[in-house]
């Protein structure tokens, strides 16, 4: 899961930089498989971490999937409009570097758990 969101990082930083047409086209190819290695990664995520309620999680965790992509528009259409196209990729690009620490937090946290029910 943390490969998928650095390639979405690295992809979505290009892409604010970027003003070539195909090369624009790989990125966005890139931002696909970041996307699908993340969406899927992401279930089994929390599936392994959820083992009392895992079909309520992975409802809540494909709930929460659907209302970002209903509000990021409306959101990132907002950034874009008050301070640049730009903007938008490098917002981006911040979410996803707070998603790499909440995912690393989470790790971190469900191993030290772990340690503490095998003492």
């Known amino acids: 899961m943390t490969i998928a969101l650095v390639l979405m990082l690295t992809v979505v ?3 604010s930089g970027t003003t070539t047409p195909v090369l624009l086209g790989v990125l966005l190819v890139g931002e696909g498989i970041a996307f699908g290695m993340f969406f899927t990664s992401g279930q089994a995520f929390v599936a392994e971490h959820s083992a009392s309620s895992r079909g309520t999680a992975i409802g809540v965790y494909s709930t929460a999937a659907s209302l970002g992509s209903t509000a990021a528009p409306f959101i990132f259409g907002f950034i874009a409009d008050v301070w640049g196209l730009v903007a938008v990729f490098q917002v981006t690009g911040v ?15 469900q191993r030290r758990a772990r340690r503490c029910l095998t003492t």
Do not use: E
Not at 98 to 106: D, E, K, S
């Open 95 to 109: 979410v996803v570097l707070a998603g790499i620490g909440v995912l690393g937090y989470v790790s971190l946290w």
């Open 13 to 15: 930083v290009s892409i």
